[in-house]
């Protein structure tokens, strides 16, 4: 699990304090332990403010981090909270700390304890929001940490085992871990999937299942973006710029496979627009109106960039600037940054 680690000078590891970051924090420590050199492992622990017994949990994390010989951090959330999307806001509020230790500590890798079960709940959460094929990948075992880039990647070793097997390993070893009952809390939607796992399994759904799609989707996937590159290599000249246009010819545009060229666009959308990610439903509705458009000239917006068909090209530009007054203390809209790569050592 942590072999391909062993080069790297840094490890950090994310530790809540709960049943499957405690067997991450211990495993790591014994696998460091039985090799004469290695990286240097370094837990964190965010206290996001939201609990009173937070606080407790994360200092039994800092103990049995003493313990095990291993450093660590506790960093809080501060401020205030958001009414709405709370575990949205505390999750990316998390990555944030998390990364910035590890900038601090030099290291490119942080560590989770993501599951096959995490998996499975992760596919099922994207299902029910209608998402396409690189949704049902679910998550990569190595992806940027957070965006902007910050050279910060974010592994997880434990993603082919399920939860049980990690606390099997933790009540053999004799460690014990903490119980976060917003796990429990029937308000959030992952909290509703996760109790649907159980006559999901029963039906040949279980965690296995939902991880064995992951993997077929994500093959897929990659074949697909494969077209992706070769189209755009084929259909335009040069470097995309960032500001654009980046132009198409529509003939050739339309007899590309409709995934490919509804990614191609996407690609062209997102390099040149900047008003974040774009969202696939918008995305599905321009793309079939440049289908149905015909020898027709169109228009249309989306994401920061305009799209528009004519002469027989289709042109992706930013759009304009939209008018609006900007308030004294507002900061000018940053660019957006481009893609990071994992790195090699996966």
Not at 28 to 57: C, F, M, N, S
Not at 88 to 97: D, P
Not at 186 to 199: D, H, K, N
Request: hydrophobic share 45%.
């Amino acid at each position: 699990m942590f072999a391909d680690l062993i080069d790297q000078p840094a490890l950090v590891l994310a530790v809540s304090g709960g049943p499957d970051s405690t067997a991450l924090m211990w495993l790591a420590a014994r696998w460091r332990k039985r090799r004469r050199r290695g990286p240097k492992l370094i837990a964190v622990t965010v206290d996001h403010g939201l609990r009173p017994a937070a606080r407790r949990e994360a200092t039994d994390v800092k103990r049995l981090a003493k313990r095990l010989g291993i450093a660590h951090r506790i960093l809080r959330w501060t401020g205030r909270k958001p009414p709405t999307g709370l575990q949205e806001k505390a999750r990316a509020a998390r990555y944030q700390l998390i990364a910035a230790a590890a900038a601090r500590a030099r290291a490119t890798c942080v560590l989770t304890a993501h599951t096959v079960d995490d998996q499975a709940e992760t596919i099922l959460f994207r299902l029910a929001r209608g998402s396409g094929l690189a949704g049902l990948a679910g998550m990569a075992r190595v992806r940027p940490l957070v965006m902007p880039a910050t050279g910060v990647f974010l592994v997880r070793p434990l993603l082919e085992l399920p939860k049980s097997r990690l606390i099997a390993t933790l009540r053999a070893a004799g460690v014990a871990a903490a119980d976060d009952p917003s796990n429990r809390d029937p308000r959030f939607a992952r909290t509703r999937l996760r109790a649907l796992m159980p006559a999901l399994a029963r039906e040949g759904l279980d965690a296995p299942s939902f991880a064995r799609l992951a993997r077929r989707a994500r093959r897929a996937d990659a074949a697909i973006e494969f077209a992706v590159v070769a189209a755009a290599e084929t259909l335009t000249a040069g470097h995309w710029s960032e500001r654009g246009p980046i132009v198409f010819p529509a003939q050739a545009f339309a007899a590309l496979p409709a995934e490919v060229a509804l990614r191609l666009l996407g690609r062209a959308v997102a390099s040149v627009g900047d008003e974040g990610p774009v969202e696939l439903g918008k995305l599905e509705a321009l793309f079939a109106a440049l289908a149905s458009a015909g020898q027709e000239r169109l228009r249309r917006t989306l994401a920061g960039a305009v799209v528009s068909l004519g002469d027989g090209r289709i042109a992706v530009d930013r759009a304009p600037p939209r008018r609006h007054r900007r308030s004294p203390t507002q900061s000018p809209r940053k660019s957006r940054p481009k893609r990071q790569k994992s790195p090699n050592f996966m």
